[in-house]
């Protein structure tokens, strides 16, 4: 499955997200905003107390991802049990953990608000190849963000993660930062990007390498050919 987003850093965009209101798509409303059967109330209650000077869906979940970028920290040394619900534990007591967390945490935050949201898997945008002509994505550039819809604009990206430390991101696939086995990089085609990895790589880590494959990586490396929905 391919996905497309878009960055908001344009300001003349502002005014028009800021405007774009609650009409959804039924499309989008009966998947995006789907919430577990039972979800700890105290989301729900700290979403709203985060967002309440917020008076559109998008400032809110400007607002959102402000909150879980300041108020929480990277990490990924996790302590404790987490018992049978990691979101709150992670909201409530740990209050730090690595960027499924944070990404994981704003999607639900953001339904909760009535804002279509959605995780999204991919990676960061690795260092340019300037001999080759592409880019150098190293599994340790693994990373997890977030998507809202917003009508007459699509789907927006957000990172609520906090900046982690050098040491932090270098073990977040340890297999893959040990390995020796080469790096994973993006060819370009077109306007598009195809993934590759090494064939020692492939061949010693075959699951894993299809799965990488199959993870959405285009919009991290290429935020400048942002699609319009």
Not at 22 to 36: E, R
Not at 165 to 187: H, M, N, T, Y
């Amino acid at each position: 499955m391919r996905l497309h987003g878009n960055f908001a850093t344009s300001g003349a965009r502002r005014p028009r997200l800021a405007a774009a209101g609650s009409d959804y798509p039924a499309a989008i409303s009966d998947m995006y905003l789907q919430l577990p059967s039972e979800i700890d109330p105290r989301i729900a209650a700290l979403a709203r107390s985060a967002t309440e000077h917020a008076p559109t869906p998008y400032d809110k979940a400007i607002e959102l991802e402000h909150f879980l970028k300041t108020k929480y920290h990277y990490t990924l040394d996790l302590t404790g049990n987490p018992g049978t619900d990691p979101l709150a534990h992670f909201l409530f007591t740990t209050r730090a953990g690595h960027c499924e967390y944070f990404a994981s945490s704003m999607t639900v935050m953001l339904r909760t608000l009535g804002i279509p949201s959605r995780e999204v898997n991919g990676f960061l945008p690795g260092e340019f190849n300037e001999l080759g002509g592409d880019y150098i994505v190293r599994a340790s550039d693994a990373h997890s963000w977030v998507e809202a819809y917003f009508p007459g604009s699509g789907w927006i990206v957000f990172d609520p993660t906090p900046d982690a430390s050098d040491r932090d991101r270098q073990f977040f696939f340890p297999a893959f930062a040990d390995c020796g086995l080469g790096r994973i990089g993006l060819e370009r085609l077109g306007d598009q990007l195809r993934f590759r990895a090494p064939d020692g790589a492939c061949a010693k880590f075959p699951g894993e390498i299809a799965q990488l494959a199959r993870i959405w990586c285009c919009l991290a490396v290429q935020n400048t050919a942002a699609h319009e929905r």
